[in-house]
């Protein structure tokens, strides 16, 4: 097994990014989902203008260029404006898809609490497994009613934000748990 000298600066950084993640959710929460939808729009429109320019450059060389890229541009265009003009839609999406991040980061975080118990570090090992099965509760709540997640955005903002809180404050631990 591989001694950690220091600091793991990159579970540190995530746990700082997280609480300042947190803390603007908890100061903005309706902005959450829209500033998402917002960068996967931008990010879509401009991989869709990429794959379509990509396709005319390969046509005035080759003569034939590949049609999946020509698709696939297209697609993401469309996507992309799609999510910029009408980011209800997107919010409608991500709402979904953010719980399922919820559940599968928890798993992923109770499945490497072993290690904190077998150090001894006593109170990071509970600190991450209460915050962990708390969001993995949140999580299936969020799955199992998406209607009442979407509808009550800014409610579920204000729990999202307090669990990305804790959440960067569990990586912060967990850094300075591998010293």
């Known amino acids: 097994m591989k001694k950690y000298s220091g600091f793991v600066w990159m579970e540190l950084t995530v746990g700082i990014?997280?609480?300042l993640l947190g803390v603007f959710t908890f100061l903005r929460p309706g902005s959450l989902l829209t500033g998402i939808v917002a960068i996967?729009?931008?990010?879509?429109?401009?991989?869709?203008i990429d794959d379509i320019l990509t396709?005319?450059?390969?046509?005035?060389?080759?003569?034939?260029?590949?049609?999946?890229?020509?698709?696939?541009?297209?697609?993401?265009?469309?996507?992309?404006?799609?999510?910029?003009?009408?980011?209800d839609a997107g919010k409608w999406i991500l709402s979904l898809l953010f719980p399922i991040w919820f559940i599968a980061h928890?798993?992923?975080?109770?499945?490497?609490?072993?290690?904190?118990?077998?150090?001894?570090q006593k109170?990071?090992?509970?600190?991450?497994?209460?915050?962990?099965i708390a969001g993995l509760i949140l999580g299936i709540?969020?799955?199992f009613n998406p209607v009442l997640t979407f509808m009550t955005m800014r409610?579920?903002?204000y729990i999202v934000a307090v669990y990305l809180v804790l959440l960067g404050i569990d990586s912060i631990v967990a850094a300075l748990g591998r010293r």
């Open 155 to 157: 409610f579920m903002g």
């Open 17 to 19: 990014l997280l609480i």
């Open 40 to 48: 996967y729009g931008l990010i879509a429109l401009i991989t869709g």
């Open 123 to 132: 109170f990071f090992y509970y600190f991450s497994l209460i915050v962990n």
């Open 55 to 87: 396709f005319i450059r390969l046509e005035k060389y080759t003569g034939f260029a590949p049609a999946v890229s020509l698709i696939s541009g297209i697609l993401s265009v469309m996507c992309g404006c799609m999510l910029l003009l009408y980011p």
């Open 141 to 143: 709540l969020m799955v």
């Open 106 to 120: 928890c798993i992923s975080r109770l499945s490497h609490t072993y290690i904190l118990r077998m150090a001894g």
